[in-house]
């Protein structure tokens, strides 16, 4: 097992970003100026190729997140803001739920365009 990264400042109130793309899921924790306290990934946990985009490995990218700072004793109370449309989505909320970490709230913060951009061209054959 690896040792947790040196933490350089004690946040009891933070915030827990959850970034789920198609390829791979992100946890970043933050306290609420935004710095970054702590970050994890699905990558960083050892999944490669496409098991990276498995719920599974969401999970374990939220675990180790928030896992690292509950056992330092860090992190008491916390937003949670989740955005993109992968599959990690769901598991990573649940592992945050089930870590123990006293929740303010959870806020979907994944853009959504406003009739943006003007597509492309159709494609002629």
Not at 13 to 35: H, L, M, P, W
Not at 75 to 91: F, H, N, Y
Request: proline share 7%; net charge positive; charged share 25%.
């Amino acid at each position: 097992m690896r040792r947790p990264r040196k933490i350089k400042h004690r946040i009891l109130k933070g915030v827990i970003y959850v970034r789920a793309s198609f390829r791979n899921t992100i946890v970043t924790v933050t306290d609420i100026r935004g710095q970054a306290v702590y970050w994890s990934s699905a990558g960083a946990c050892g999944f490669k190729n496409t098991k990276r985009r498995s719920p599974f490995a969401a999970q374990t990218a939220a675990e180790n997140a928030i896992g690292t700072l509950m056992d330092q004793g860090l992190l008491k109370q916390a937003e949670v803001k989740i955005s993109g449309p992968g599959p990690g989505r769901d598991p990573a909320l649940r592992a945050i739920i089930r870590s123990g970490v006293l929740l303010t709230y959870i806020r979907d913060v994944t853009p959504m365009p406003h009739n943006g951009c003007r597509p492309p061209k159709r494609r002629r054959v």
